[in-house]
């Protein structure tokens, strides 16, 4: 799976600021509390106790030896590091709007139970975190989720079940690259899984390719309305608010996804204003945009001195 996939579902870990190591969730209270963030809020955005936040706040003024939230922020003005905490914090708040889209999704389908199985490849490393976070936000939007690995020659026909299964009324297939694309000197090809896939097209109505191929042409032979090709995608989110549109499609579903297209293209925009750079944007337009922004901050740059930038900045 291609890293830039997940850039903006998990900020980059700062280890060390100033000299002073802190932990992935100190940085994540600490990016809160230099944006004026109250605890109760702090909790909701980390989905933890406010007892837990006042916890790693102490354990942060014990480390900087200091008394007061006002010196926390104090020490990361001095710091080198106010452009990674303000991306940390604006990623932050991308996976809280994410996932408040979710409990939304979750609350309206209450009276609905969708069981919704996730199959990869046994032994299979690649998929682990897409399939982490799969089965994470599947479940925050009420749908029910199992997880089963199998071997490559049962990937698509596995009947060993137990008389208790329920049959799932979804499956998404993790399809290995190894099991859809060959190489040859003509180049790379699909094979193997096509004929299996074609044939359980024709008797089921109830499955989800994922596919991660960079040549899009492989997946002509497979059922148009029945997979998507994750190398495609840019942003985690809205490759699983297209899986979702697949397996449980409703108007509140498009409805929160427009919201939160907003929300992402503000909060990117954020992110260069304060001169983090940023790998995902979530469209050609965008991309322009962002353009365009670098080349006049670059020709007034050439008009400012070093020292009147860095107060700028500050």
């Not at 991308?94 to 889209?101: G, I, M």
């Not at 979710?102 to 682990?128: M, P, W």
């Not at 698509?156 to 060959?182: A, G």
């Not at 409805?255 to 297209?261: A, Q, V, Y």
Request: proline letters at 3%; hydrophobic letters at 35%.
């Amino acid at each position: 799976m291609e890293e830039s996939l997940l850039k903006d579902l998990e900020a980059e870990h700062i280890k060390i600021i100033s000299g002073q190591h802190f932990t992935s969730r100190e940085v994540d209270v600490i990016s809160c509390l230099f944006h004026g963030r109250a605890v109760k809020t702090i909790a909701s955005y980390l989905s933890i106790s406010a007892k837990t936040v006042e916890t790693h706040i102490r354990n942060v003024m014990g480390k900087l030896k200091c008394h007061s939230q006002e010196s926390i922020r104090d020490f990361i003005e001095k710091s080198d590091k106010i452009a990674c905490i303000r991306h940390h914090y604006l990623i932050l708040q991308l996976r809280t709007n994410f996932e408040k889209s979710l409990f939304h999704i979750a609350k309206k389908n209450r009276q609905t139970t969708i069981r919704c199985l996730i199959v990869y490849k046994k032994g299979s490393k690649e998929d682990f975190i897409l399939l982490s976070q799969l089965e994470k936000h599947l479940s925050l939007a009420g749908i029910n989720i199992s997880v089963k690995a199998r071997d490559t020659m049962k990937f698509f026909n596995d009947t060993n079940y137990t008389p208790l299964f329920i049959p799932p009324d979804r499956t998404i297939y993790l399809l290995p690259r190894k099991l859809f694309v060959s190489h040859s000197p003509d180049g790379e090809r699909s094979f193997l899984a096509t004929k299996e896939i074609q044939n359980m097209d024709r008797k089921f109505d109830d499955f989800l390719l994922l596919v991660n191929v960079e040549n899009n042409e492989l997946c002509n032979e497979l059922p148009p309305q029945k997979y998507i090709n994750v190398f495609s995608y840019q942003s985690y989110y809205f490759l699983f608010f297209d899986i979702l549109k697949k397996i449980h499609p409703s108007p509140l579903l498009e409805s929160l996804r427009s919201d939160f297209e907003q929300n992402y293209r503000r909060l990117l925009s954020g992110m260069e204003t304060f001169g983090t750079k940023t790998t995902v944007p979530s469209s050609n337009e965008l991309k322009n945009n962002i353009l365009q922004w670098h080349r006049s901050v670059s020709k007034k740059l050439k008009k400012i001195t070093w020292q009147n930038w860095m107060v700028l900045t500050l």
